[in-house]
């Protein structure tokens, strides 16, 4: 990881999300310091004269960090924006960890690579035969599929780098969580938890959405995808009265 693929990252970012935090009536701000030597990424809301910011901050000490990739870091910037945007479930007036999660995974870290190309080069690292076979049920094309387990190897390699910041084990595609929530989870769930719900959404092919798909279409249900919606170890979904 280097300041210009970290300048590259967050410039795409802004420019990709610009207009959509418009249509969220916020505007967009993201600090990048790539001279920071701290470790960190939050996302937090401030009004001025002009209405509402949505800020995030976020350092180069991240992107350098020895468990990250430029993958991972870019996955980290989508779950920030997806804090702004991403949605119920919310926290205060922030989507909750597990939703911006999945929006960063499955809409924002997608975008992203189709968006910056060969300005942000795939890691050579193999993907498991678990995520080669899951990318292939759900995308019928090579692009699809190469995105999804492109997705789930950032996504593997954000949750080990969580699990090894509270001294676990690293999750693994093979060792799905078993635990289902009562009610939903709205802060960060477990690391084995995070990397189930990125693979979920690695998965989630918004082109076979059923026709009557609620919005937003970047979020793939149960009733239609199972393997794609959000798991049961952060999610509970609501039951609606009769």
């Known amino acids: 990881m280097n ?12 420019r990709l999300y610009h207009r959509e935090f418009h249509r969220h009536d916020q505007r967009l701000n993201i ?20 209405g509402e910011k949505g800020l995030i901050m976020i350092s180069g000490g991240l992107a350098r ?4 990739t430029p993958d991972a870091f870019a996955l980290v910037l989508c779950h920030e924006i997806g804090h702004h945007i991403a949605g119920p479930p919310h926290l205060w007036r922030f989507s909750a960890e597990g939703q911006s999660d999945y929006f960063g ?8 690579f189709v968006r910056m190309g060969e300005t942000l080069p795939a890691s050579r690292r193999h993907a498991p035969k678990r995520v080669r076979e899951a990318c292939a049920l759900a995308f019928s094309h090579q692009q699809g599929r190469q995105g999804c387990q492109r ?29 289902s929530v009562s009610s939903t989870l709205l802060t960060p769930a477990t690391p084995q938890c995070r990397l189930d719900t990125y693979f979920a959404a690695a ?3 918004v082109a076979r959405q059923p026709l009557n798909h609620p919005e937003p279409r970047w979020l793939c249900l149960a009733g239609d995808f199972p393997r794609a919606a959000r798991p049961a170890c952060w999610y509970k979904a609501r039951v609606e009265s009769p």
Not at 105 to 112: E, G, N
Request: proline share 4%; hydrophobic share 40%.
């Open 105 to 112: 995974a499955s809409s924002c870290l997608r975008k992203l």
């Open 151 to 179: 997705i789930a190897l950032a996504g593997a390699t954000l949750a080990r780098y969580f699990a090894r910041k509270r001294g676990q084990l690293s999750p693994l595609f093979s060792r799905p969580a078993q635990s």
């Open 203 to 205: 998965q989630c092919n």
């Open 31 to 50: 600090s990048a310091r790539w001279e920071a030597q701290g470790v960190y990424a939050n996302a937090w809301k401030m009004e001025d004269a002009n």
């Open 65 to 68: 960090h020895p468990d990250m």
């Open 3 to 14: 300041q210009q693929i970290f300048d590259r990252i967050v410039t795409a970012a802004e």
